[in-house]
């Protein structure tokens, strides 16, 4: 049995230096020791977009990308799906494991009673332009929260982080609504403490003139397996930028703010609004090989599909495909199934797609239920946020737990110009 270290021989002293190996990984600070001569300052590694770096040790989420397989804290994310509630996943990811009775009962009480936000939120919300994109005033109203709570600065205050644990996963489903209905210039329909934490987001939603709102509930069961897929996904974009922020010991509601931004983007939460766009543009199936075509020559990708870590079906795609019909017995059937159905099995099919091993993913699928449960499409990368604040908030917890997480600060290759002198204006 060899030994776990790698040797260096760096070739340009002639010097062998013996690195430990752990868990498949070298230390980038066990290369500083490599250097030419006393005053160098030693080797770096060089990974744009962090594709081989891991920046942390977790022990929320595994992803083996290779095999699509997900699991929250150990538990496949199917069994998830298919047995737990949603606060109860959300128990289980923030906490690590899945809760006693007693402590659900406590939870979803804890949950239910921070529903509320300040009625001076509402006055913020009312200040922004009508057809303002409900993302936008989601990240906007979550940073304003930190305003209302200055006590969340006290991010090593151990009472501290749980109430903001509480508050902040209690009210994310609020502001998303409060965003939509400002959208529509509806009057805010505010939390119903009768009613489950997916129930309440529907009543928040889309509550009119009665006197109770009566959730449906395969529509509500759907929203909670789409919320319970989306919980968590390790280091992506936006929970990298979680923790970055979160290492410079800001307080977590500009961190979620900040991590909502980087989810917004078209590559990461932003691709399932981009997705039922595309459906739309295709317009029917007999389009779709010329559509491919056009996907092919590089000019556009196929939204929805393709995985930074997954280089095969992505398991959560897998569910939401294989309970759409569910939904669409209550909902009636979106046209635009029938076009992602075939764009998929016509992608499938291609080479282009087999080689670069890209296959869909969470949002392929997750628009055309978000659009069937009626929920627009300007909402939909909204509705990838609230459940993913509570990966946000568990990973943050975890990293202020790390005594090894310091403030995140990578380094760089400098390549502009060497020094020069400045020189006056007239003589430029
Ligand atoms: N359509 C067409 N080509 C693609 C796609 C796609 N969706 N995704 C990747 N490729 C090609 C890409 O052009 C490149 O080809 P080549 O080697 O010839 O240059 C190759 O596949 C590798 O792509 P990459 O950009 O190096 O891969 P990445 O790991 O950096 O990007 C991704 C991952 C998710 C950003 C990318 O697959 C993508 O843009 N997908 C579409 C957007 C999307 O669906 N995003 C949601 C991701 S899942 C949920 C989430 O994270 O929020």
């Not at 990240?139 to 991010?155: G, L, R």
Request: include cysteine.
């Amino acid at each position: 049995m060899g030994k776990d270290t790698f040797t260096i021989i760096d070739n340009r002293t002639g010097k062998s230096y013996e690195i430990p190996v752990t868990d498949d990984t070298i230390r980038a600070m066990d290369l500083r020791q490599i250097k030419v001569n006393e005053d160098d300052f030693g080797v770096m590694s060089y990974d744009p977009a962090f594709k081989n770096t891991a920046s942390t040790r977790s022990k929320i989420t595994f992803i083996d990308g290779a095999k699509g397989i997900l699991r929250y804290r150990g538990y496949p994310i199917e069994e998830i799906a298919e047995n737990a509630t949603y606060l109860e996943a959300a128990y289980l990811v923030l906490f690590g494991e899945l809760p006693t009775r007693e402590q659900y009962e406590k939870w979803v009480y804890d949950i239910t009673h921070h529903t509320m936000i300040h009625e001076n939120m509402r006055q913020f919300l009312d200040g922004f332009r009508y057809d303002a994109h409900p993302m936008g005033m989601f990240i906007s109203t979550v940073a304003a929260e930190s305003t209302f709570y200055p006590e969340a600065k006290n991010v090593f205050d151990p009472e501290s982080v749980e109430l903001q644990t509480r508050r902040l996963v209690a009210k994310v489903p609020t502001i998303a609504a409060f965003s939509y209905r400002h959208s529509l210039g509806l009057r805010y329909s505010y939390p119903d403490n009768d009613l489950s934490y997916v129930g309440n987001f529907l009543n928040m939603m889309f509550k009119m003139t009665e006197l109770k709102y009566k959730p449906n509930p395969i529509i509500e069961r759907a929203l909670e397996i789409l919320w319970i897929l989306h919980i968590d996904h390790e280091q992506n974009c936006s929970t990298t930028t979680m923790r970055v922020i979160g290492s410079a010991q800001a307080d977590p509601y500009v961190a979620v703010a900040g991590a909502a931004a980087a989810l917004s983007g078209p590559l990461h939460g932003g691709a399932n609004e981009r997705v039922l766009r595309m459906l739309k543009r295709i317009g029917s199936v007999e389009n779709i090989p010329e559509y491919l075509k056009y996907v092919e020559s590089g000019k556009e990708r196929l939204m929805g599909f393709g995985h930074r870590v997954y280089k095969n079906y992505d398991p959560r795609a897998r569910i939401i495909k294989n309970f759409a019909h569910e939904v669409f017995k209550v909902t009636g059937k979106n046209p635009m199934l029938d076009i992602a159905l075939e764009l998929e099995k016509r992608a499938l099919n291609e080479e282009y797609f087999a080689k670069r091993k890209l296959y869909p993913n969470v949002d392929f699928y997750s628009g055309i239920i978000y659009q069937a449960l009626g929920i627009p499409t300007e909402m939909f990368t909204v509705m990838f946020a609230i459940p993913r604040t509570v990966g946000w908030v568990a990973q943050w917890r975890e990293m202020l737990a790390d005594p090894e997480q310091k403030i995140a600060r990578p380094r760089q290759i400098y390549d502009g110009p060497g020094e020069r002198h400045f020189v006056p204006m007239d003589e430029r």
